[in-house]
């Protein structure tokens, strides 16, 4: 019988123990937190800062820095840096999503194996990382695609009724509609979570193993859910119980580190400013770009430090994944528990067997 995704545990985290302390690493270690950044399996689950500080402020400071500052701008640059970033952005995130794909196979073969070679893993994984990414493209359009229908057809519906026209005297009608509109959401981005979640840990297996596609992935997948759903459910509820746990240590711990990090940080950014302003320098294109251009670098190292803190995490549950799908499928088992050689085994058990005698000769 298959091991139970609470028995999987022990192993993951006797996984983890070995490939990250036995014996400790430094450069293993940042590799990973390299390829965990950048794979999205940062376990982020607690890592939100609460934004609602009571910050003291003097009546009309903001209005005159926004009138010394940014007053004598001409709205067509804004336009254009705010059409630029749209822009940029969404390249960004296309090439993002492209380097996640492949890092998503790289940390795969990392933990798979307790050692991390980013250099030959991305010249050997460019081809399924390739078919990943155009499956998660696909994946991203269709989950939006399927929310913009979720709420766009209540909301015409509504429209048409002359909902919003008179709203107080629809009043019961919208705020039902509300609350099945809202629960209809919750059940499509929770089952959209969950695709990706069986995708990630159970179909890029597979392609990294027998070199398929996704939705060949998913074809021999499916019968192995059906067969065995109460295994695969009690996996993706520990799953979510260990996500809740694990982002709530790495949270506070991110926490800390960022108001240590952040305090001298603004000191800093305070006193560049107010350099500049005694120097003469506004605010225009190239100010704006530097100053943009300084914010990610810094977003950048702060997130590597993240991920640094996070490679516990980062091993623990791809090996959860392993150690649970090993069993039930002959290929991951067959590289997880490789088989001794002969020889190996001739030699635990006292050496080949004697050859049979020769037969007697005969006069």
Known sequence: MPISAVDTITLAFQHTKRQLAQPFRFWQWTRLAFVGLLAGEMGSGGCNVPSNFNIPRQPGSSRQLLDTGFGGIDPALYAGLI??????????????????????????????TKECHIRQGWGRRQYPGWRFFLWQLGYTL???????????????????????????????????????????????????AVVHVMTKDFVVPQMALEGIGAMEGWRR????LQAEKGGYAVYVLMKIVLAI???????????????????????LAIVAVLTGKSAGLEWNALTITVAVVVGCVLLALFLYLLALIAVPVTV???????????????ALSLVLYPRPPVAQTFGTLGGPPEEPPPLP???
């Open 361 to 363: 000769v005969t006069p």
């Open 83 to 112: 059409a630029v970033l749209i822009v940029a952005g969404l390249v960004f995130a296309v090439v993002m999503m492209y380097v996640s794909s492949v890092m998503r196979f790289i940390l795969f073969d990392s933990v798979l």
């Open 221 to 224: 997948l499916w019968p192995m």
């Open 245 to 267: 746990g694990a982002g709530i240590v790495v949270g506070v711990v991110s926490l800390i580190m960022g108001l240590i990090i952040a305090i001298p940080t603004a000191g």
């Open 142 to 192: 269709a989950t939006l695609a399927g929310a913009v229908v979720l709420l766009g057809i209540p909301a015409a519906f509504a429209f048409a009724m002359g909902w919003f026209t008179a709203p107080r005297e629809h009043l019961l009608p919208l705020v039902l509609g509300g609350i099945v509109v809202f629960f209809l959401m919750m059940i499509f981005f929770v089952t959209a």
């Open 316 to 330: 623990f549950f791809p090996a959860y994944s392993i150690y649970f799908f090993a069993p039930r499928y002959r």
